[in-house]
């Protein structure tokens, strides 16, 4: 059985477990913080959470993850079928992580109510609005992020516009679905998923203590 390990406070691993349990995949987790010490760092070079482990090895960063849980339980498919379009789906997961998340985790500082340079909000905002302009002409928003289909693009979308719009407001003062027609309502669809609402919950009892 597939292990999981990380903690319900981190939005990289509520990607991962939200595909787990919309493919109806088992797995244990494993309640695991971020690490350097040398043993994790054997699970996940980085020492980040998640990871998983699975009867072949340990496996870590959140989009790889997704990669590997679709290949080896292709049903429910959380990527469409001809190779265009999952590289699409694939394209906009990553540039989610890397044009937004990133990002936005420059300024993750005010989200625990410390202060944030200047300099670091103004680099937050003008890369945040290009960042969200990419975003804007690859997603759909019909209904689903990527088009009609629901996919793990919409795991990665709603974990990091959850982080993302927190950052934008506090450090840019920017709304980041402002300019984006359908966002929000695509938002409040993926939020109605049971696995979405199963890991919300988690994670609102770990906050709890
Ligand atoms: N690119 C990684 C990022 C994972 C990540 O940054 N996880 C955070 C928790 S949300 C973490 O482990 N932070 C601790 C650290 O950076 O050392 C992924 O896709 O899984």
């Given at each position: 059985?597939?292990?999981?390990?990380?903690?319900?406070?981190?939005?990289?691993?509520?990607?991962?477990?939200?595909?787990?349990?919309?493919?109806?995949?088992?797995?244990?987790?494993?309640?695991?913080?971020?690490?350097?010490?040398?043993?994790?760092?054997?699970?996940?070079?980085?020492?980040?959470?998640?990871?998983?482990?699975?009867?072949?090895?340990?496996?870590?960063?959140?989009?790889?993850?997704?990669?590997?849980?679709?290949?080896?339980?292709?049903?429910?498919?959380?990527?469409?079928?001809?190779?265009?379009?999952?590289?699409?789906?694939?394209?906009?997961?990553?540039?989610?992580?890397?044009?937004?998340?990133?990002?936005?985790?420059?300024?993750?500082?005010?989200?625990?109510?410390?202060?944030?340079?200047?300099?670091?909000?103004?680099?937050?905002?003008?890369?945040?609005?290009?960042?969200?302009?990419?975003?804007?002409?690859?997603?759909?928003?019909?209904?689903?992020?990527?088009?009609?289909?629901?996919?793990?693009?919409?795991?990665?979308?709603?974990?990091?516009?959850?982080?993302?719009?927190?950052?934008?407001?506090?450090?840019?003062?920017?709304?980041?679905?402002?300019?984006?027609?359908?966002?929000?309502?695509?938002?409040?669809?993926?939020?109605?998923?049971?696995?979405?609402?199963?890991?919300e919950a988690d994670q609102?009892?770990?906050?709890?203590?």
């Amino acid at each position: 059985m597939i292990k999981l390990y990380g903690a319900p406070l981190s939005n990289y691993y509520n990607m991962v477990k939200t595909a787990l349990l919309e493919k109806g995949i088992e797995f244990e987790a494993v309640m695991t913080p971020p690490s350097q010490e040398d043993d994790y760092r054997a699970k996940s070079p980085m020492g980040k959470i998640p990871c998983i482990e699975t009867d072949d090895g340990f496996l870590a960063e959140s989009i790889p993850i997704l990669n590997y849980l679709e290949d080896t339980h292709p049903e429910p498919a959380l990527l469409p079928s001809d190779a265009f379009s999952r590289a699409k789906v694939r394209e906009l997961a990553q540039s989610l992580e890397l044009h937004v998340e990133l990002v936005a985790r420059r300024g993750f500082g005010a989200l625990r109510g410390n202060e944030v340079p200047n300099d670091v909000k103004e680099g937050i905002k003008s890369d945040l609005t290009k960042g969200i302009g990419a975003i804007k002409r690859l997603a759909k928003f019909s209904p689903w992020i990527a088009g009609d289909e629901f996919t793990y693009a919409d795991l990665v979308g709603y974990f990091t516009f959850t982080l993302g719009n927190r950052s934008a407001q506090l450090n840019a003062d920017m709304d980041l679905f402002a300019d984006m027609p359908g966002a929000k309502e695509w938002f409040e669809k993926v939020a109605a998923r049971d696995s979405v609402k199963q890991a919300e919950a988690d994670q609102a009892a770990s906050r709890r203590g």
